[in-house]
């Protein structure tokens, strides 16, 4: 759909290496790079770069590809709209095609929905600034209740959504939107009668924008307490909301050092306006692995401001854990006489709250005072309970000289001897590392045998003839005179292929021989599929002999363990059909 030679050009432009590093922090490994995975969270590296062929892989997820597949995988974008970013980056421009065109009409057109969104935030943002009584309220809400500036406002495109059933939907139909688009947008909703009506009323208005600057979706507040206190829009085709964060399109300008991340809209909003810049927010719901992610391509350190109530705390352990295994630093900041930043700053003002930052306590200090304060520690038995927690605590850092530290500080504060501390540590990190083996072997035999493929799930019910599957492809993938041998000696067919994938990446890098074109998988593939064939690819690289007696005996190995198969499955329904006429027979009889 995009002209070939265009695409090529862009990827020879496109320097893996730079791109990767502008989202992962990469080391040298011999003549590669690896880092920990943007795609999944993990502790130790896993995910590698390949320079030799622009290409990478994660041997813990099993993404993998070219530069448009990182791009598709990390950005989150189709296949064009990741070779247009791509091209834009390398100084390309792309230009598609009658082809391309067709394409995309059958998708949804995302420029559509971001400038519908646009449209709705400019009513919104007009209907604060009204004359009605309604939007003179809701001014003041922002102004005085919230103590923002007018400037403050504007900066974020606050807004108005009026008290009415369709006084937004009537607007917007009448620059052309249909209630179509206006609901998969999550701007209107559609009755059980089929009456259409405008999806956020008597709410001030919080536009979402990505980093790139697009407005992506809402979030609408009450200015009473009625409830819900918050509405906010579902997924849409522009709108992930575990994916994306509030105010990061700001804060990633000043957010290198740390981020500070707060639980709502109107927090974020007030320490921007008091000069911290690089806060954000998660958006309704409780932090995730993506957004955790999200965070670690801008920042190293991450601050927790959430409130201090049972809630907000059990929400900051949990943020702690998502955030330090992308391997962020993680601190807590305890808010003394305030339920909230936002409330903090009003009272002591914001020099007082930049010592709160300075001072935030690191997840260790924050867990123990956590822990030491639901027990009584003057009875043994709780005092007990509470060391045993302390323990276990202690024994989930991966660091054996970071762990001496922590038990140092709970022997003080217990007046515990250390050696015995560090014994008890040490047993219990034994046990987490036993159980880890032994849930990794589980899952190495599971992957080994196909039981948890998602990528191709006939892998299961034939394991053997998989394998020699993608040993096939793996060689086929790699070598143009392999390709000739068995395109054009018609040594396979689709035939010789029992799972579905295989035989669908068979067909594909056939017709393509065929047709005398370079086989472009991230336009024809899923990321995950494409991920597939770069591990069948690089199973191969890693040997030494790949010649033709290799692709010989692959090929045998394919066909014998395919006519087993088939045997196993004609000895089965044998069987069942013997079985179904015994049973025939005994109710004749």
Known sequence: MISRDV???????????????????????????????????????????????NSFYCFGCGIGGNAITFVRQIEHMDY???????????????????????????????????????????????????????????????????????????HFGLGFAPDSFDAFGNHMRSLGYSYDELVEGFLCGKSERGKYYDAFRNRVMFPIIDVSGNV??????????????????????????????????YARHTCSENLILCEG????????????TNAVATLGTAITSDQARLMSRYTKRVIITYDADEAG??????????????????????????????????????????????????????????????????????????LKELVEFISTFYSEVERDVYIQAVSKQLNIPFAALKNDVSSQVKKRQRRFLKEENQKAIRQTQGFSDKVNPDFAKAPSVAKNEETVIGLLSLFEN?????????????????????RRIFIYLRDCYESGIAPNLDEN????????????????????????????????????????????????????TSLIERMRNSTDN
């Open 7 to 53: 695409v090529d050009e862009i990827l020879d432009r496109t320097n893996i290496e730079d791109l990767v590093s502008g989202y992962v922090s990469l080391k040298r490994a011999g003549s590669n790079l690896k880092g920990l995975c943007p795609f999944h969270s993990e502790k130790s590296p896993s995910f590698t770069v390949y320079p030799r062929d």
């Open 80 to 154: 064009p709209d990741a070779v247009v970013y791509l091209g834009k980056r390398a100084g390309i421009t792309v230009v598609k095609d009658a082809a391309d065109d067709a394409y995309n009409a059958k998708k949804i057109d995302k420029s559509r929905f971001y400038k519908m969104n646009v449209d709705a935030a400019k009513y919104f943002h007009s209907c604060l600034f009204a004359k009605d009584p309604a939007a003179q309220n809701a001014l003041r809400y922002f102004t005085e209740a919230r103590g923002l500036s007018i400037a403050t406002i504007r």
């Open 216 to 249: 992506i979706a809402f979030g609408g507040r009450v200015m009473d307490d009625s409830k819900p206190k918050y509405k906010n829009s579902s997924d849409t085709p522009v709108f992930k909301k575990l994916r994306n964060l509030f105010a990061l399109n």
């Open 265 to 276: 809209y109107m927090d974020v909003i007030a320490l921007h306006a008091a000069g911290f």
């Open 313 to 386: 705390q059990k929400a900051a352990v949990r943020a702690m854990g998502m955030l330090s295994e992308v391997g962020l630093e993680v601190s807590v900041l305890k808010i003394p006489d305030a339920k909230d930043p936002d409330e903090f700053i009003k009272k002591f003002g914001k020099d007082k709250f930049r010592l709160l930052i300075e001072n935030s306590r690191s997840k260790f200090e924050y867990n123990m005072e956590r822990i030491l304060s639901k027990y009584n520690l003057d009875a043994q038995q709780e005092r007990i309970n509470a």
């Open 482 to 502: 392999h390709q000739k041998k068995v395109f054009e000696g018609k040594l396979l067919t689709e035939n010789d292929f029992y799972t579905d994938l295989n």
């Open 525 to 576: 593939f899923s990321t995950e599929e494409v991920g597939r064939v770069t591990k069948m690819k690089l199973a191969r690289m890693d040997l030494t002999e790949n010649g033709d007696a290799v692709l010989e005996e692959a090929i045998a190995s394919l066909k014998s363990s395919m006519q087993k198969k088939s045997a196993e499955g004609t000895s089965t329904m044998d069987a069942l």
